[in-house]
T-cell receptor, first 114, second 112 residues
Framework: EDQVTQSPEALRLQEGESSSLNCSYT??????LFWYRQDPGKGPEFLFT???AGEEKEKERLKATLTKKESFLHITAPKPEDSATYLC???????????????FGAGTQVVVTP | NAGVTQTPKFQVLKTGQSMTLQCAQD?????MSWYRQDPGMGLRLIHYSVGAGITDQGEVPNGYNVSRSTTEDFPLRLLSAAPSQTSVYFC???????????FGPGTRLTVT
């Protein structure tokens, strides 16, 4: 069964203090790994998709990397507006008749203080 | 484009009542899904659809029904609400099997 584990559960950072979030996964045939950002009371907002080990994506202060067993979301010099819950999800092997079902981790809640 | 919209935003039900959560998307996406989100747990798939007239069960389908009569709409019906269905419900849509899923703003449901 596909599994996704995110760590830490919560992270408190000072503004400018860089850190990394971890997403470890077990899946039969990874088709894609997705990172989302979720603000309180809102739906998840798409950040990145990674498809193969060694791939990296960047957007402003965020950088996502992927290995065969885990993904990291690096936050460089964070600002208070980066405070959110970050969700990781994996898309595993699909049959020709079925749609791949995203398996989500529980998320990492990040708080960045001025 | 409005993207994915959901109504209502909040709802309180008594045990045994039924209701329908509405979801619509204006991106002409074939793939739509319903998730529930509970504290400390990841989003869990309830039902999904790969096109009008085609639906299938996800991880936690019991107590919920769906139908897909048009590409745009994908309502979720609670047949007889139970306190265990207290949760935040998200609808999502995607343009392809491997595509990014775009989420709506959610419906917070409380069953007393």
């Amino acid at each position: 069964e596909d599994q996704v584990t995110q760590s830490p559960e919560a992270l408190r950072l000072q503004e400018g203090e860089s850190s990394s979030l971890n997403c470890s996964y077990t899946v039969s045939g990874l088709r894609g790994l997705f990172w989302y950002r979720q603000d309180p009371g809102k739906g998840p907002e798409f950040l990145f998709t990674l498809y193969s080990a060694g791939e990296e994506k960047e957007k402003e202060r965020l950088k996502a990397t992927l290995t065969k067993k885990e993904s990291f979301l690096h936050i460089t010099a964070p600002k208070p507006e980066d405070s959110a819950t970050y969700l990781c999800a994996v898309l595993g092997l699909m049959t020709t008749d079925s749609w791949g079902k995203l398996q989500f981790g529980a998320g990492t809640q990040v708080v960045v203080t001025p | 484009n409005a993207g994915v919209t959901q109504t209502p935003k909040f709802q309180v039900l008594k045990t045994g009542q039924s209701m329908t959560l509405q979801c619509a998307q204006d991106m002409n996406h074939e793939y739509m899904s319903w998730y529930r989100q509970d504290p400390g747990m990841g989003l869990r798939l309830i039902h999904y659809s790969v096109g009008a007239g085609i639906t299938d069960q996800g991880e936690v389908p019991n107590g919920y029904n769906v139908s897909r009569s048009t590409t745009e709409d994908f309502p979720l019906r609670l047949l007889s609400a139970a306190p265990s269905q207290t949760s935040v419900y998200f609808c999502a849509s995607s343009y392809s099997k491997l595509g990014v899923q775009y989420f709506g703003p959610g419906t917070r449901l409380t069953v007393t």
